[in-house]
């Protein structure tokens, strides 16, 4: 029963509430793990077997220099690959940053699916356009807790809803993951059934 692992906690162990995504920043690990020089994918430790197609279609001279634009965003980074993009549009869009007339890119390789967007589009251009606002820009993490019992998740959810308990965890939050500011953290607290979620934005 989880709630009988965490309760009561202190602010030191309270590091179980904050995803680890600080662990992440640390790792060695090369650009690329494709070298097309020995043409060798190391993962592990272990050559994995690729055919000759894999460096001109995955591994390709462009995608492996390309390597460090995606340092940030893809994990494990071997390559690319092409995807067929179609287009639709024009898609009338009323924003506070975009307003005009869009044609909009989008990739599938679904029989029909660009041409029902189409009529959408044309159906919503047609009608005045879309109408958009931002509301927020943040980064969402979103925990959740699973428990034997309804009782068990209630005494927990009721522990994370404590004011002392946010400020624990946000504390935890901005010494261990660098781009957070205290001022932009928002925690919410919900439960459903014998879960707990905890998101955490940003």
Same mark, same amino acid.
């Given at each position: !029963?989880?709630?009988?692992?965490?309760?009561?906690?202190?602010?030191?162990?309270?590091?179980?509430?904050?995803?680890?995504?600080?662990?992440?920043?640390?790792?060695?690990?090369?650009?690329?793990?494709?070298?097309?020089?020995?043409?060798?994918?190391?993962?592990?430790?272990?050559?994995?077997?690729?055919? =000759?197609?894999?460096?001109?279609?995955?591994?390709?001279?462009?995608?492996?220099?390309?390597?460090?634009?995606?340092?940030?965003?893809?994990?494990?980074?071997?390559?690319?690959?092409?995807?067929?993009?179609?287009?639709?549009?024009?898609?009338?869009?009323?924003? =506070?940053?975009?307003?005009?007339?869009?044609?909009?890119? !989008?990739?599938?390789? =679904?029989?029909?699916?660009?041409?029902?967007?189409?009529?959408?589009?044309?159906?919503?251009?047609?009608?005045?356009?879309?109408?958009?606002?931002?509301?927020?820009?943040? !980064?969402?993490?979103?925990?959740?807790?699973?428990?034997?019992?309804?009782?068990?998740?209630?005494?927990?959810?009721?522990?994370?809803?404590?004011?002392?308990?946010?400020?624990?965890?946000?504390?935890?939050?901005?010494?261990?993951?660098?781009?957070?500011? =205290?001022?932009?953290?928002?925690?919410?607290?919900?439960?459903?059934?014998?879960?707990?979620?905890?998101?955490?934005?940003?």
């Amino acid at each position: !029963m989880l709630s009988r692992l965490v309760l009561p906690l202190s602010r030191q162990s309270i590091r179980c509430l904050a995803p680890c995504l600080s662990q992440t920043r640390h790792f060695s690990r090369p650009l690329c793990m494709s070298d097309r020089e020995k043409r060798q994918l190391i993962v592990r430790g272990q050559n994995v077997p690729v055919s =000759e197609e894999y460096w001109d279609y995955v591994a390709d001279e462009q995608s492996v220099k390309d390597a460090e634009v995606y340092r940030n965003n893809t994990e494990n980074y071997v390559g690319t690959v092409k995807y067929p993009i179609g287009v639709i549009g024009p898609l009338k869009v009323n924003g =506070e940053y975009a307003n005009r007339e869009y044609v909009v890119p !989008m990739a599938t390789h =679904e029989g029909a699916l660009l041409a029902s967007y189409s009529r959408g589009a044309k159906a919503i251009t047609a009608g005045g356009g879309v109408t958009t606002r931002i509301k927020t820009r943040c !980064m969402l993490r979103a925990p959740v807790f699973i428990f034997d019992n309804i009782a068990d998740a209630n005494q927990f959810y009721r522990f994370a809803h404590k004011a002392t308990t946010q400020e624990a965890i946000k504390d935890t939050l901005h010494k261990n993951i660098g781009h957070l500011t =205290e001022e932009r953290t928002r925690i919410r607290v919900f439960q459903t059934d014998r879960k707990v979620h905890i998101p955490l934005a940003s």
